[in-house]
């Protein structure tokens, strides 16, 4: 039997730029075939490709085959045809992908009767079924949403039921969870399991993620400079790969289930946090404004440092993670709980303890490319810290010199402009400009999240080495627990503004004790077929998104989403939902603890 899908020596231009060259592949009926590279490598123009959904600059040669019939070059009469109902997209915007005047459900029906002959009735009646099939809650009410009242993970979920509606042979789907939480994530991709077993479709996954890849391809196809490099059964290109760049591609990848010799903290505290809490106002009003209501971004947040520690602040996106960082970098005194730095409780410090604190502790930004200045060469972009602290100019020249040179760049290069350096390039200088004066705390947001992985392990290895060689104590913010196994010596958890567990990072990941850290830990993917696919029988994934922060809860805020809490007694359950868990140093914030190993 022929293959459903069979691209066969594809070539794409961009405007006379090579983009993709003698791609061939083929997705067979119920398959999943995975392709995977790092950016830019021509994953989404090849997916794209399929259906002619390419920019006006392209220029397509080749031949891209659906059950027989030729797709490249076809009219737009016959792709039309195609799109939604043989073949359906998943993109990895979804809120640009959906259009912001028009429902939620009236979209999907009218995907519906755009490839079945049925009334307008019958086709909203649809758009219901399917959003509960693919577990929105309340899909009735929610089909009269708008795309921007739904969370980001909702707008995939919905995004794949329209996708389902024309029940169609082939889902493409292009990074489909790039942008989510790791437990939304783990949802997305149970709905992704759930279309391919309603529809019977088979589906091309462009992925950048090599875990996801393991728990979703049957096969598995690895590009790299517009050309696919090696393909075959996951099994075999994981732990077989047969290409060099596969075996870097896969030695380059975080694994939170690898251990690393933790470096004991015996120093001084250098940050001590109790309580913390930070509010905003929710306005409404043009001329006028008025108060309506408050955002509990952080909301009992504990932290501790000590001299040449690595301590993790992890969580969903809105726990309050970055909110916790700029509070404590305002060096001012906290809207509520305490601060201390080195010893310093902030609040009421005059103007010469405070420049003297700026200096101690210094950023590094998650977007390299936004936080240098575009109109300043790099080695003023360094020098810029230094002159603020008052050196001379000796002092400077010598300085960004020797700090380009620590990082891995060449001090010949001071003079170039940011855009004319690579994404880890840019993120080196960031790190470089955070070092110039000498700071005894790092801070670091996200700061590997926007590389590729080959990129992120070379940076990862660099901050290793500068905390080896300076000292220094580094407060590391990430949304990747494998990368936080990999570099932090203790983590700390945050939930909705609080913080639920914290310890050393070798006993959270091995021995877990909030259920919300389990969840986490749980549904982080391993790059390995076997494993990752013996893993997800056991999967806890959590329902729905994280609770509103615009609302105070009382007792248990996690007890909403917690699969342990429809276990517990009645009684059990009203002090869960009346008394706030206590947290204290290392330990958790829970009132029935319980160790679950999940990696």
Known sequence: ????????????????????????????????????????????????????????????????????????????????????????????????????????????????????????????????ELLDLVGIPEPELRSRAFPHEFSGGMRQRAMIAMAMAGEPDLILADEPTTALDVTIQAQILDVLRTARRETGAAVLLVSHDLGVI???????????????????????????????????????????????????????????????????????????????GTVYAVDGVDLDIRRGET???????????????????????????????????????????????????????????ASLDPRMPVGDIVAEPLRTQGADRATVA??????????????????????????????????????????????????????????????????RRLKEELGLAYLFVSHDLSVVRNIADRVSVVYLGRTVEAGPVDEVFARPRHPYTQ????????????RERARQRSRILLAGDPPSPTRRYDGCRFRTRCPLYTALTVDEQKRCAHDV?????DGVACHFPRVREVL
Do not use: C, W
């Open 214 to 292: 393991a728990g979703m391809a049957d096969r598995v196809a690895v590009m790299r400079d517009g050309r696919v490099v090696e393909q075959g059964p996951a099994p075999d290109v994981f732990h077989r790969p047969r290409e060099p760049y596969t075996r870097q591609l896969l030695a380059a990848v975080p694994r939170i289930d690898t251990a690393r010799e933790p470096r004991p903290a015996g120093g001084e505290p250098v940050l001590r946090v109790r309580g913390l809490t930070r509010t905003f106002p929710v306005l409404k009003g043009t001329v006028v404004k008025r108060r309506t």
């Open 398 to 463: 010598r300085r960004v010199a020797g700090l380009l040179t620590q990082v891995g760049l060449d001090p010949a290069h001071a003079d170039r402009f940011p855009h004319e350096f690579s994404g880890g390039q840019r993120q080196r200088i960031g790190i470089a400009r955070a070092l110039s004066v000498a700071p005894e705390l790092l801070v670091l947001d996200e700061p590997v999240s926007a590389l590729d992985v080959s990129v992120q392990a070379e940076v990862l290895d660099l901050l």
């Open 581 to 585: 868990p206590a947290f204290e140093g």
């Open 519 to 530: 969840a986490l830990l749980s549904a982080v993917p391993l790059p390995d077929p076997e």
């Open 1 to 128: 039997m022929s293959p459903l899908l069979e691209v066969t020596s594809l070539d794409v231009d961009f405007a006379g730029r090579p983009a993709v060259r003698d791609v061939s592949l083929t997705v067979e009926r119920g398959e999943v075939l995975g392709l995977v590279g790092e950016s830019g490598s021509g994953k989404s123009v090849t997916a794209l490709s399929v259906l002619g959904l390419l920019p006006g600059n392209a220029t397509a040669r080749g031949s891209i085959r659906l059950d027989g019939t030729e797709l490249l070059g076809a009219s737009e009469r016959v792709l039309t045809g195609i799109r939604g109902d043989r073949v359906a997209m998943v993109f990895q915007d979804p809120l640009s992908a959906f259009t912001p005047v028009h429902r939620i459900g009236d979209q999907i029906a009218e995907a519906v009767r755009a490839h079945r002959d049925t009334g307008r009735e019958q086709a909203r009646r649809r758009a219901v």
């Open 311 to 369: 301590l993790a602040l992890v969580g969903e996106s809105g726990s309050g993670k970055s909110t916790t960082l700029f509070e404590l970098l305002e060096l001012a005194a906290p809207e509520g709980g305490t601060v201390e730095l080195f010893g310093q409780r902030l609040g009421g410090l005059g103007r010469a303890a405070v420049k003297d604190l700026r200096r101690r502790i210094q950023i590094v930004f998650q977007d390299p490319m």
